[in-house]
């Protein structure tokens, strides 16, 4: 069996059923195995979740040595704290309950932290399962990258010894984001420092309607305020670059809506109100009137 003897994985679990199986054997599959496996059971409840994780803690077909630790529900960032205090390798990969991965990415990412000292964490591009289908790709980057929006996915392999400085994952945070504070915690602790995303979807991440993820963003001010006064120093310190990106991301998503009206009323379809409204009364400062100017610019070439 290929071990890596410097990487152990944690993987956090609540209310999974089978999901939790699933990762488990997705680790088992690796082509470079962790040392160990901690799985931390955040609470769980459901009878069904509760018998599964029994006989994975009992099943000794699993080849990697494998331990369970339960404790009252107290989130992810506390639970993964919990199961990270438990490894002593230099390198520990977390991994959500509900997703698993492709057989390489251990092999793959470990790589880009064993070629370069200044990487506190690695990841992949994700392939999305569920409800989406289809291939996330974030970029990773330095803390600069980070401001504007997260560019690492919450499945990762990070340095222990990072994990240390920074002083973990932010138990407060449980409404969401808590894997974008970690990062800004790393890279804010190590200032020279980047994360790594080997460009392959190695990641395969389970999507639902209900997910915690999705729910996440109905609080995203809120939680962004929380991030940006946590980190003011660095916001401070890099404010060009968290305003420019944000504001690439805007521009982004205006000429993908621009677009969208534009295709919609070359084809003679009715807008919806949303855009009904947008046209009748455009955004000022932000580039909306010019996008308006171009949408019915488009609508009046295209009928010449």
Known sequence: MNTGNDVEAVITSFNQKSMVYEAVCSLCRQTVKPQKIVIVDDGTTDAASIDIL????????????????????????????????????????????????????????????????????????????????????PDGGTVSAFLSHNCCPATHIFRREAWRQCGGYDETMKSGFEDWDFFLSMLEAAPESCIGIVEKPLINYRTAPASSNIRSMEKRLSLMRYIIEKHEAVYKEHIADALLGIEAISMSRLYGWEGEMIHAQLAAKDLDSLSREFMESPSYGDGGMAAAVRIVSAQMNGAL
Not at 90 to 98: A, Q, R
Request: charged fraction near 20%; proline fraction near 7%; glycine fraction near 4%.
């Open 54 to 137: 029994k006989q994975i803690e009992h099943d000794c077909r699993i080849p990697v040595p494998l331990s369970v630790i339960r404790q009252p529900n107290r989130g992810v960032s506390a639970a993964r704290n919990t199961g990270i205090s438990q490894t002593q390798a230099p390198l520990v990969l977390v991994l959500d309950g509900d997703d698993h991965l492709e057989p390489s990415f251990i092999e793959e990412v470990r790589e880009q932290l064993l070629q370069n000292p200044q990487m506190v964490a690695a990841s992949s591009w994700l392939h999305t399962f569920g409800v989406l289908d289809a291939i996330v790709r």
